[in-house]
């Protein structure tokens, strides 16, 4: 049987916790008398901690001293760990483990791709971690998306070319990683906002076993 790699991202793909990113770093915004819009929020999806904070300081045009940065990055980190201390199963994204369970009934190497830190908690918590053969996470790489670092590890850890592998993301900088990684990138979400993706579907619901064979045999 043919194999491809398939690389999830986790946010916003596997489980809705960018509602919890969101509400952290509002709460930080706030603190430090910045604003911090929804519309902004998107900006972040796939983006590293470091680097989004220092995006919130640009847009409230604000300079920090290097211990208030870190003070506040730990702070944020903490809050959002307490959110996703209380997930369960039932924050898993529609259709995501039929389509887990699909691919691992085809015999495809799945690997996790995704910039969090907290990803093994994560999975572990929705009682996902069993599903992936390989994790690649924020602990791994050093390069944030749109660098497609993250992915190429994963293609590795899973023995796979770059080109035989299928990325599913929901940001604008994930799939530009898979698309510069040389892979098929799959964006999850809203088509006018993740126009670079090779396919594009709203959820995994849109997603049947038909089109994952199509993918296998590509």
Not at 95 to 123: C, F, H, M, T, W
């Amino acid at each position: 049987m043919t194999k491809k790699g398939f690389i999830f991202d986790l946010d916003g793909v596997i489980v809705d916790t960018a509602k919890y990113h969101f509400l952290a770093w509002q709460n930080l915004a706030k603190s430090i008398d910045i604003d911090f819009t929804h519309e902004q929020n998107e900006q972040l999806k796939g983006v590293s901690r470091v680097k989004s904070l220092e995006k919130i300081l640009e847009w409230g045009n604000k300079t920090i001293s290097e211990e208030l940065f870190a003070s506040l990055m730990g702070k944020k980190n903490d809050e959002y760990l307490s959110f996703i201390a209380k997930m369960t199963d039932q924050e898993i994204l529609p259709d995501v483990p039929r389509v887990l369970d699909y691919l691992i009934e085809k015999k495809q190497p799945i690997s996790l791709g995704s910039a969090s830190k907290n990803a093994r908690p994560i999975l572990d918590k929705v009682n996902l971690l069993s599903k992936f053969d390989a994790i690649v996470d924020g602990n791994d790489v050093s390069k944030a998306k749109p660098d497609p670092e993250v992915f190429l590890i994963a293609a590795q850890h899973l023995n796979m070319k770059p080109e035989d592998c299928i990325v599913f993301e929901d940001s604008v900088a994930g799939v530009q990683a898979a698309n510069t990684a040389n892979m098929i990138s799959i964006g999850i979400g809203e088509k006018d906002v993740l126009h670079e993706a090779d396919y594009i579907f709203s959820d995994f619901t849109e997603i049947d076993n038909s089109f994952i064979d199509k993918l296998i045999n590509k």
